[in-house]
Nanobody, 117 residues
């Protein structure tokens, strides 16, 4: 089993920055890709950014050039640096980790990000 704990959410004005962290514990040796998803009010959960164990990244078009995902494998932690935030970035942000062997997805509890205009 893998446990994921997110932190770093909060309230920020448009144009501001936040950094989210997701710390993994438990059977972290089984983790392959890790990523951030978000779900706005009344919307479906969507991929924000993904990073593999080798460091390859993928971003949603809406955040390219503004958000950066990174990973510290020694600390079993993934980060999401969010710059130039917009009100439409307001959502609950979830961390996800994929099991390398089974493909099972582990989810964190989510952290609220609110961007005021």
């Amino acid at each position: 089993q893998v446990q994921l704990v997110e932190s770093g959410g909060g309230l920020v004005q448009a144009g501001g920055s936040l950094r989210l962290s997701c710390a993994a514990s438990g059977s972290t040796f089984s983790i392959n890709a890790m990523g951030w998803y978000r779900q706005g009010s009344g919307k479906q959960r969507e991929l924000v950014a993904l990073i593999t164990s080798g460091g390859s990244t993928n971003y949603a078009d809406s955040v390219k050039g503004r958000f950066t995902i990174s990973r510290d494998n020694a600390k079993n932690t993934v980060y999401l640096q969010m710059n130039s935030l917009k009100p439409e970035d307001t959502a609950v942000y979830y961390c996800k980790a994929n099991n390398l062997y089974s493909g099972f997805a582990y989810w964190g509890q989510g952290t609220q990000v609110t961007v005021s205009s």
